[in-house]
Each structure stands twice: as C-alpha cells, then as structure tokens.
C-alpha cells in the first residue's frame, strides 16, 4: 500500500488519466511542431497523421474494452 492506495488502483489510475495527459502533452509538442517549422494546413494534417496514429490506437483500445465489458 503506498500513501493508502493499492498497487492495482495506482496502476490503473496512471494507466487511464495519466496516459491521456501524455497524449494531449505530445497533441501540444505536435501542434507545436507544426507552427515551428510554418508546416501548413495540409502539412500539419500530415504530421498529425504520421505522428498521432498511436493515439488512435490507444483510444480505440479505450473504447474496445468499456463495450467488451459492458
């Protein structure tokens, strides 16, 4: 028990809150990106695609597993 807290409620609240404030931190460094190097409409498009597919990923494994257990 580390501060009240079992390790799995630890894991999971990191797994889940944590892990989508990363996600919306890496969107800004992308966005970022983007107006840095003066990318465009389509070009910021294109480095949203390449870079952020794994966020589409892990969303899409979010929302998989709330409708396998629900």
């Known amino acids: 028990m580390i501060f009240g807290y079992t390790e ?3 894991a999971h609240f990191f ?3 944590g892990v989508g404030a990363f996600i919306l931190f890496m ?3 992308i966005l970022q990106l ?3 190097s003066k990318a465009g409409k389509f070009g910021t498009f294109v ?5 952020g597919v794994g966020f589409v990923g ?3 494994k979010i929302v ?3 409708w396998m257990e629900k």
């Not at 480095?47 to 870079?51: N, P, S, T, V």
């Open 15 to 17: 797994l889940t809150w």
């Open 64 to 66: 998989i597993q709330w």
């Open 8 to 10: 799995e409620q630890i």
């Open 47 to 51: 480095i949203f695609l390449g870079l």
């Open 58 to 60: 892990y969303v899409a």
């Open 27 to 29: 969107v800004f460094i």
């Open 34 to 36: 983007a107006r840095q």
